[in-house]
T-cell receptor, first 118, second 111 residues
Framework: NAGVTQTPKFRILKIGQSMTLQCAQD?????MYWYRQDPGMGLKLIYY???????DKGEVPNGYNVSRSTTEDFPLRLELAAPSQTSVYFC?????????????????FGDGTRLSIL | GENVEQHPSTLSVQEGDSAVIKCTYS??????FPWYKQELGKGPQLIID?????GEKKDQRIAVTLNKTAKHFSLHITETQPEDSAVYFC??????????FGTGTRLLVSP
């Protein structure tokens, strides 16, 4: 299994441009997440999804949009890129224990997309 | 909301020494505490986790302890090796699968 795959690995955008960061997982996980990581900081949750067709805001959602049309894919959209969105973006996925809604299952991360906005 | 503080921000040890990284959390309802290792250019990888019904967990050279009363948990690495050099993150789960991360500890193990 490939696990969580993120594309592209690197990207430079101009202010005002838009782009979509791709994330795919092959573990049949129902939960997926998008985080950003700024230098010297921990990961901040942008958006998450508990299943196809269901998404919700995390801690820092402004300037981003997501969709979840399939279990496998969870793309992150930047509509009007701003310098403050320069960061490393990580996608993650997790599952739940059978019969348990709020279970504690580890999140599996991709290797990130490094985005610079100039 | 939940807040997780992590110390130290950098830690240098000699190969073979032990390393300890400490985290505190603010929300007593948090019940899951994973630790992640992040190598340069890679995503975080889970190395160990602990649930609130357990006080200590070990996996070979790695152990985690949890003090629910004081709301802090620690990562212990014994017999450190150069390949342990990385950034380590603690996290706490506040509610339905939402992890809150600490700011990370850069561990350097010198041969």
């Amino acid at each position: 299994n490939a696990g969580v795959t993120q594309t592209p690995k690197f990207r430079i955008l101009k202010i005002g441009q838009s782009m979509t960061l791709q994330c795919a997982q092959d573990m049949n996980h129902n939960y997926m997440y998008w985080y950003r990581q700024d230098p010297g900081m921990g990961l901040k949750l942008i958006y998450y999804s508990v299943g196809a067709g269901i998404t919700d805001k995390g801690e820092v959602p402004n300037g981003y949009n997501v969709s979840r049309s399939t279990t496998e894919d969870f793309p992150l959209r930047l509509e009007l890129a701003a310098p403050s969105q320069t960061s490393v973006y990580f996608c993650a996925s997790s599952t739940t224990s059978r019969g348990t809604v709020n279970s504690n299952q580890p999140q599996h991360f991709g290797d990130g997309t490094r985005l610079s906005i100039l | 909301g939940e807040n997780v503080e992590q110390h130290p921000s950098t830690l240098s040890v000699q190969e073979g020494d032990s390393a300890v990284i400490k985290c505190t959390y603010s929300d007593s309802a948090s019940n899951y505490f994973p630790w992640y290792k992040q190598e340069l250019g890679k995503g975080p990888q889970l190395i160990i986790d602990i649930r609130s019904n357990v006080g200590e967990k070990k996996d070979q050279r790695i152990a985690v302890t949890l003090n629910k009363t004081a709301k802090h948990f620690s990562l212990h690495i014994t017999e450190t090796q150069p390949e342990d050099s990385a950034v380590y993150f603690c996290a706490a789960k506040l509610s339905f699968q939402k992890l809150v991360f600490g700011t990370g500890t850069r561990l350097l193990v010198s041969p």
